[in-house]
Nanobody
Framework: QVQLVESGGGLVQAGGSLRLSCAAS????????MAWFRQTPGKEREFVAA????????YDADSVKGRFTISRDNAKNTVYLQMNSLKPEDTADYYC??????????????????WGQGTQVTVSS
């Protein structure tokens, strides 16, 4: 069982930056592929970024490529999402997710076993 707690959301102006954090409980954090998804009202939860268990491989959605960076610190049981050059269309609830397996289908919501409660990000124009 893994519990995930996101933090770092808030209100920021377009062009600004935020860093989201996701703290995981348990001693086996390094055995999980981690990801960030986001969701706006009335829309499906969409993939943002994922990172392999070692941190050696990362995967990004086209919409955030070059602006967002996912990283992890296995010693701190934490995964991060650095968001730069934010746009109003990045406004959403952001969710952390964990999968107890490799990186075959990291862009699929159903691939993940555990989810956090989400943190809200609002980008004003």
């Amino acid at each position: 069982q893994v519990q995930l707690v996101e933090s770092g959301g808030g209100l920021v102006q377009a062009g600004g930056s935020l860093r989201l954090s996701c703290a995981a409980s348990g001693r086996t954090f390094s055995s999980y592929t981690m990801a960030w998804f986001r969701q706006t009202p009335g829309k499906e939860r969409e993939f943002v970024a994922a990172i392999s268990r070692s941190g050696g491989s990362t995967y990004d959605a086209d919409s955030v490529k070059g602006r967002f960076t996912i990283s992890r610190d296995n010693a701190k049981n934490t995964v991060y999402l650095q968001m730069n050059s934010l746009k109003p269309e990045d406004t959403a609830d952001y969710y952390c997710a964990a999968a107890a397996r490799g990186t075959n289908y990291v862009r699929e919501r159903g691939y993940y076993d555990y989810w956090g409660q989400g943190t809200q990000v609002t980008v004003s124009s």
